[in-house]
């Protein structure tokens, strides 16, 4: 029984959007993953989420709203690099990702709903301060080259990463608001690992040190979600992330064997069980 079995991993009853996953993850499983499941799937979930959008047009149209100031601002950085300094941010690239960012988060606005499954009328500061690290990931290549420049969006990344928990712990968490900080911190620092690592700013010992813990992360939660129908009950611990930040300013600022030790320990620290769903690690 597909909500049986979701209920009995969950410390607290599902919301409606979470038993609505619950039981098209069970039809997926049970199509044993062909195309055709594949499609149905893609099928339902967009469907529903034109439901969702239909239902809730004021964050609708915020959520656009936040996506033309995201594209108006890449385009006034890209003329701006070019006149002020010698870093050059493409145009093309930037808007694309940022195009795709915002198409995630519009597909996803029916998973804005706290734990009690009370949908939430507005999108919060804190998804703002997530997609703010978004909007970074395709200024992070041309800053490769740059000897202050790349610490300090790692250090940026960074702190958006502290605020935007602060937020939401202080304003209430979401679905929404959990999956995009997730997938924002996969990104970022994703892009920092192979865009530093190519230019040489960052050790090979470090890269994949943080490409083992993301890779490994990404497995549970694949596993989890494809096999059990639910989300890994887990949460990254702040001090791990405050090293592997740290560990990664320190190496891009040309002292490797410190930031290496410090990213290193980071990215081994073990994530901790956590009752609720809704966590921004």
């Known amino acids: 029984?597909?909500?049986?079995?979701?209920?009995?991993?969950?410390?607290?009853?599902?919301?409606?959007?979470?038993?609505?996953?619950?039981?098209?993850?069970?039809?997926?499983?049970?199509?044993?993953?062909?195309?055709?499941?594949?499609?149905?799937?893609?099928?339902?979930?967009?469907?529903?989420s034109g439901e969702a959008r239909r239902q809730r047009l004021p964050m609708a149209r915020q959520a656009r709203a936040w996506g033309a100031v995201g594209a108006l601002g890449w385009m006034a950085a890209c003329l701006l690099s070019r006149?002020?300094?010698?870093?050059?941010?493409?145009?093309a690239p930037g808007l694309l990702w940022w195009w795709s960012v915002?198409?995630?988060?519009?597909?996803?606005?029916?998973?804005?709903?706290?734990?009690?499954?009370?949908?939430?009328?507005?999108?919060?500061?804190a998804d703002a301060v997530t997609l703010a690290r978004f909007w970074m990931v395709p200024a992070v290549p041309a800053l490769t080259r740059s000897q202050a420049?790349?610490?300090?969006?790692?250090?940026?990344?960074?702190?958006?990463?502290?605020l935007d928990g602060a937020l939401a712990r202080s304003r209430g968490r979401t679905r929404?608001?959990?999956?995009?900080?997730?997938?924002?911190?996969?990104?970022?620092?994703?892009?920092?690992?192979?865009?530093?690592?190519?230019?040489?700013?960052?050790?090979?010992?470090?890269?994949?040190?943080?490409?083992?813990?993301?890779?490994?992360?990404?497995?549970?939660?694949?596993?989890?979600?494809?096999g059990r129908a639910r989300r890994p009950a887990i949460r990254a611990r702040p001090w791990g992330a405050l090293l592997r930040v740290g560990g990664l300013a320190i190496c891009a600022?040309?002292?490797?064997?410190?930031?290496?030790?410090?990213?290193?320990?980071?990215?081994?620290?073990p994530p901790r069980a956590t009752a609720p769903h809704l966590s921004r690690a």
Do not use: N
């Open 83 to 91: 006149r002020v300094c010698t870093i050059h941010l493409r145009a």
């Open 176 to 226: 929404l608001g959990r999956d995009l900080d997730t997938t924002a911190d996969l990104a970022f620092l994703g892009t920092v690992a192979v865009s530093g690592g190519r230019a040489g700013r960052l050790p090979p010992a470090g890269c994949w040190a943080l490409g083992a813990r993301y890779g490994i992360g990404v497995a549970v939660s694949l596993v989890a979600v494809f």
């Open 102 to 125: 915002w198409r995630m988060l519009d597909w996803h606005l029916g998973m804005a709903e706290g734990g009690d499954g009370r949908p939430r009328e507005r999108l919060s500061p």
């Open 253 to 269: 600022a040309g002292r490797e064997r410190p930031g290496t030790a410090l990213l290193v320990i980071g990215c081994a620290a």
């Open 149 to 162: 420049g790349l610490p300090a969006v790692i250090l940026i990344g960074g702190l958006t990463d502290w």
């Open 1 to 48: 029984m597909p909500l049986a079995e979701a209920e009995l991993y969950s410390p607290r009853p599902l919301t409606e959007g979470e038993r609505w996953t619950a039981q098209s993850l069970f039809e997926l499983r049970s199509g044993g993953y062909r195309p055709s499941a594949w499609l149905e799937f893609l099928r339902s979930s967009l469907e529903r």
